[in-house]
């Protein structure tokens, strides 16, 4: 009996610790993986909602995103697709505060954290926001300039992450797979 108890409980163990449900990779968030077709969405996403933009006005403006619910109603990712005829997703902004990076990075984290599990590749600066890219990985940040000290607010200049404040949440998490 104990030889099967034994093998039965490391299973469980073991399937318990690669569930990545609320986990963002390099090739996956959650369910969804790099080579996924749009086509295939409502499939992968079969225990939640995937709602397709289709606004006339929107498709006219190459914003045909979509978004995925959880059963619940919590609005769990946007997805933008490529624009190739067999279309994948190219881009991801995660909604869900769940959703962490293998890092342990995720909604709920600050620029010390993204310092402390990533080496920052570049730190763009646009109107509202700043941009943190990290080098091996598709993943980037996006922090609102309130986060910053008020003379950088309006600031256009480039930013340093010396001037960032460890404390500066992280305002959306972001997946790109241009492919």
């Known amino acids: ?71 619940g109603g919590a609005l769990l990712m946007t997805l933008t697709p490529s624009k190739d005829s067999v279309q994948t997703v190219e881009n991801i902004r995660i909604e869900d505060p769940r959703f962490v990076s293998e890092e342990g990075v995720g909604l709920e984290s600050t620029f010390k954290d993204i310092q402390n599990n990533y080496e920052i590749k570049k730190i763009l600066t646009a109107l509202n926001n700043i941009v943190v890219t990290v080098k091996g990985s598709p993943i980037y940040f996006t922090i609102s300039k309130e986060e910053l000290p008020s003379n950088l607010r309006f600031s256009t200049n480039q930013i340093e992450a010396v001037q960032i404040p460890d404390e500066a949440k992280i305002k959306y998490v972001m997946v790109s797979w241009d492919n």
Do not use: W
């Open 1 to 71: 009996m104990k030889k099967i108890v034994t093998p039965l409980l490391l299973l469980l163990v073991f399937a318990c610790t690669n569930d990545h449900t609320f986990t963002i990779g390099n090739d996956y968030v959650g369910a969804l993986t790099k080579t996924d077709k749009v086509a295939d969405l409502e499939g992968i996403f079969v225990a939640d909602s995937v709602v397709f933009d289709n606004q006339e006005e929107n498709k006219e403006l190459g914003s045909n995103r979509i978004k995925v619910f959880e059963k």
